[in-house]
């Protein structure tokens, strides 16, 4: 299928310590905006650069900038999704922002809408969504999918942990979205819930 598993020993080091049941939620914080920096320096490899005339100051050079930056768009998956959103916006921090907000109903785990705001000229722009889980994946395929009505140029969509049934889910209605993920963790339990996962991430980040 169509997943990466991001394997940086830097990612994978300070993963453990954010799922550690004892890490504070100052710690959690500070180690999801880390981690998620090295996650945006992961996937924004292939990025397209071009030249640009610029001037040192020992003269004129030819330099390499990136060519679509301003074109990137972050859209996060309130709430958690902001976590991973402030990392990336510290390391490309002319991107635009989108939010998305979805909750889970508590029974039925099916994603319930009550926010949604992209930048207007979506169609011109490739997006990366985040969100620190895909738990039974409902979130993601709703959010995907609500996406897709707005015709952007391209999207990826970014975790730091997904179960094996909510890729599955996932990648059943959008194959063609490449995920990337730090850790594919053993199952759900009959919550919902990624075992043996973080916990809930929002309650880590805000209590
Ligand atoms: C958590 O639940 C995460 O941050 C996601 O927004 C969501 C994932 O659950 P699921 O829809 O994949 O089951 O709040």
Known sequence: PNVTIIQHPLIQHKLTLMRREETSTAKFRQLLREISMLLAYEITRDLPLRKQLIKTPLGPMEAPILASEKKMVIVSIMRAGQGILD?????IPSARVGHIGLY??????????????????IEER????????????????????????????????LCLIASPEGIDHFHSYHPEVPLYTAAIDEHLDEHGYIIPGLGDAGDRLFG
């Open 126 to 157: 490739e997006v990366l969504v985040v969100d620190p889980m895909i738990a039974t994946g409902n979130t993601a395929v709703a959010a995907i999918e609500r996406l897709k009505q707005t015709n952007p140029l391209s999207v990826k969509f």
């Open 87 to 91: 990392g990336i916006l510290e390391l």
């Open 104 to 121: 889970r109903d508590p029974r039925t785990f099916i994603p319930i809408e009550y926010y949604f705001r992209l930048p207007d000229d």
